[in-house]
């Protein structure tokens, strides 16, 4: 393998050890010769031409799964990997960006794009395949899209397994869980009415759910009313059982957000949608409270890719995936700072989040609490911002910061996840370890200990990260927390694991929880297993 002249001149091999010879040759040399190796093209031992089988070549960097980066590494520093393969469908494509679209055709939600829109959305990401890659990657990455998860709303819970099954449970008044019934039930249930279609991922709101299909429809069911508490608003209708959202019908969605008076979806092609709440252009476009016709937003994101959005009480984030990197932008109500740009103004379009670039920070996921942000950098560091109530950016006080800043207790922690609610946050590392700081209402931190109940304090607020005991006493690699996101509700946590066992803790006065409750019990302090399986 030649090494490119543009690219680098030589390759590191790791250092091997001396060893001495007696510690070598310990007896006489065997009669038995060693077995010189087979190569393609080259009598040579030890040689393997590209050129001699490049289809090989292909099928193995197509099967290991290469990251897009170590694709394009390839490209760079091997003209045999940046040179037209001349295989089909385009004999002008390297072998590095062919290994990138085979990829990209293992994804659900490239399956079924017609050529042309594969085509537009390769454009979009920058012209590459390995760019439309790392942007389908990043997608089901950030929101869990096609994997186990599970979702703790306001008063009730949806958990989807890795086939593609719906579970629900919890608070039922509006219709909620989608079983046909206004009954509360504490036992998750599959949603019958769904059987035969995938779920690739679950949205909740108060008194409403959300799920898409890996075909990119949408179904909803609860209230149709948003924003009650403000307005006094009833809906005038509710939902039982999930029903298709015919104003989505031409839009291929793959995730949904909801907010507390809106919202949001995006598309497979990474356009983001909102409806409800669109006064005054509060979100990007002018309409009536509500008005349920999704509306693209318009400005900055109008033609860059986005692959996660996140909805608060009454604001937006989208992380947004560019051929120079990924950024976040927000829209929505500056109260608080909770829009990072250094104010605490309204952004009626999307606006750019500069202090990324400042703090050199890439961002991998990015989470909305009701008032408060996080975001989890490729690096691991962990930003907040926003309203800093009862501790929940973890700088140590309660101040607002009106700008991602880092958590600096955080620093010796390579995050991989973060999840925030109503003035909580949780982060979760790359060895399966959970911290959590903020609010300690209804027990939903994990920090409750027999000493700490003893004490009296189980619902103290933390300041600080701190380990979730209770969930590492439990020697299950933790992937997943999710926290409910609304400020009316007592908060429940859920913890799901890398082997599909789901643990819950916090509020269960309406079932949320999946687990049953003592008599006089309205919620539990120690992660317990939810019944059901999601592997």
């Known amino acids: ?22 510690t070598i040759v310990t007896s006489p040399v065997s009669a038995f010769q060693r077995q ?36 394009a590494t390839l490209e760079a520093t091997c003209s045999s990997f940046r040179q037209p393969a001349n295989f089909a469908p385009d004999n002008e494509l390297s072998l590095a960006e062919l290994a990138a679209l085979d990829m990209c055709r293992k994804r659900a939600i490239f399956k079924p794009m017609t050529q042309e829109q594969c085509q537009d959305l390769k454009e979009k990401c920058g012209g590459s395949w390995k760019l439309v890659l790392r942007f389908l990657l990043a997608g089901e990455a950030c929101s869990r899209r096609e994997k186990s998860h599970a979702v703790a709303g306001p008063g009730h819970s949806v958990a989807v397994s890795s086939k593609g099954v719906a579970y629900s449970f919890g608070s039922n008044s509006s219709g909620q869980l989608g079983n046909g ?19 690739i991922q679950a949205a909740v709101g108060a008194g409403r759910t959300m799920l898409i299909s890996d075909t990119g429809k949408v179904y909803a069911f609860g209230k149709d009313s948003f924003g009650e508490a403000e307005y006094g608003v009833q809906g005038n209708k509710v939902v039982t059982t999930p029903q298709l959202v015919d104003s989505l019908k031409d839009i291929f969605v ?29 979100l990007g476009h002018q309409t009536e409270q509500a008005d349920l016709e999704p509306r693209a937003l318009l400005g900055a994101l109008e033609n860059v890719p986005v692959v996660q959005i996140a909805a608060g009480y009454c604001y937006l984030l ?11 932008y927000s829209v929505g109500c500056g109260l608080g700072g909770k829009l990072g740009h250094g104010a605490r103004t309204d952004e009626k379009v999307p606006r750019l989040i500069e202090q990324f670039q400042t703090l050199n920070l890439q961002p991998a996921v990015v989470a909305s609490g009701a008032w408060h942000a996080a975001v989890v950098g490729k690096d691991g560091r962990v930003c907040t911002w926003g309203w800093g109530r009862y501790g929940c950016l973890g700088h140590g006080n309660e101040d607002c910061e009106s700008a991602p800043k880092v958590v600096e207790a955080l620093s010796n922690v390579k995050a991989v996840y973060v999840a925030t609610g109503d003035y909580t946050t949780f982060v979760v590392s790359d060895v399966g370890n959970v911290y959590s700081f903020g609010c300690g209402e209804s027990s939903s931190l994990g920090h409750s200990t027999a000493a700490a109940e003893a004490q009296g304090n189980r619902h103290s607020n933390v300041l600080l990260p701190e380990v979730v005991s209770s969930l590492k ?28 066992k789901l643990y819950a803790f916090g509020a269960g006065d309406k079932g949320q929880l999946g687990v049953e409750l003592s008599a006089n019990q309205t919620e539990r302090a120690i992660p317990e297993w939810v019944d059901i399986d999601l592997s």
């Open 181 to 199: 019934t206004t009954e509360e039930e504490w036992r998750p249930h599959p949603i019958r009415s769904l059987q035969g279609i995938r779920v």
């Open 473 to 500: 006493q439990l020697n299950e690699r933790v992937v997943q927390i999710s926290l409910t996101n609304s400020i009316y509700w007592n908060a429940h946590t859920f913890a799901l694991t890398e082997s599909g």
């Open 36 to 71: 010189v190796r087979h190569c393609f093209g080259n009598a040579t031992p030890g040689e393997f031409p590209l050129s001699a089988n490049p289809s090989i070549v292909l099928h193995v960097l197509t099967g290991c799964n290469l990251d897009p980066q170590d694709l």
């Open 318 to 328: 989208a992380l947004a995936c560019q051929p120079s990197g990924m950024s976040v």
């Open 1 to 22: 393998m030649d090494a490119s002249t543009s690219g680098t001149s030589s390759v590191q091999y790791h250092n091997i050890a001396e060893q001495r010879k007696a």
């Open 254 to 282: 793959v995730q949904a957000a909801i907010g507390n008076f809106f919202t949001a979806v995006l598309s497979r092609e990474g356009r983001v949608y909102t409806f409800s709440w669109g006064n005054e252009t509060k």
